[in-house]
């Protein structure tokens, strides 16, 4: 019998279920959004709300009694990420000091097309997901990649501004020589039947 044991196994020893949280953890305060599966996702959550919960108390505190450093040295025995937890104090703790608790957000994506695991994504609240930030994103590349031709889109771009004149001035061949691809016919008539 379980009794008063606590918490999903997942598979794993105790050490790499520990190691498990601590990276899931780091990747969801970094990226603020991660994917994963359900039983996975349901425990990162109080993982990850018990490390904002003491880091919105060193906030608070301020320096007073050496409270703050004292938060940030316990985060940091669970996370061995020093930018990860500068993040978590800086301006994830902030974000949600007027919250009580509740700081993940558990959404069912669907299942894995391999395994057919249940899978969920996990993210905090107030980063809601923009579905058109991808579509945002690609167009401000296209736009920086348009601004900055290479030596032989400015010439391909010139030949055909080049093309493009020469066409305006009536038919091809009129404007300036010969059209691109004729040939020079010799003057000489070729005899029937012989080379």
Known sequence: MRHNVAHRK??????????LLRNQAIALLRHERIETTVPKA?????????????????????????????ARRMVLAELPDRAVVGKL???????????????????RVGFRR?????????????????????????AEREASRAKSKGVGDRLKAAAQRIRGR?????????????????TRKSTTPRKAGGS
């Open 89 to 107: 104090f800086d301006t994830i703790a902030p974000r949600f000091a007027e919250r009580a608790g509740g700081y993940t957000r558990i959404l």
């Open 166 to 182: 020469k066409d305006e001035g009536g038919s091809k061949g009129q404007a300036g020589g010969q059209t691109r691809g004729a």
């Open 42 to 70: 349901k425990e990162l959550r109080p993982f990850v709300e018990r490390l904002i919960t003491i880091a919105k108390r060193g906030v608070a505190s301020g320096d007073a009694n050496g409270k703050a450093l004292h």
């Open 10 to 19: 997942l598979g794993r020893v105790t050490e790499h279920r520990l190691a």
């Open 114 to 138: 391999g395994d057919a695991a249940e899978v969920a994504q996990i993210e905090l609240v107030g980063s809601e997901y923009n579905p058109k930030a991808g579509q945002e994103k690609s």
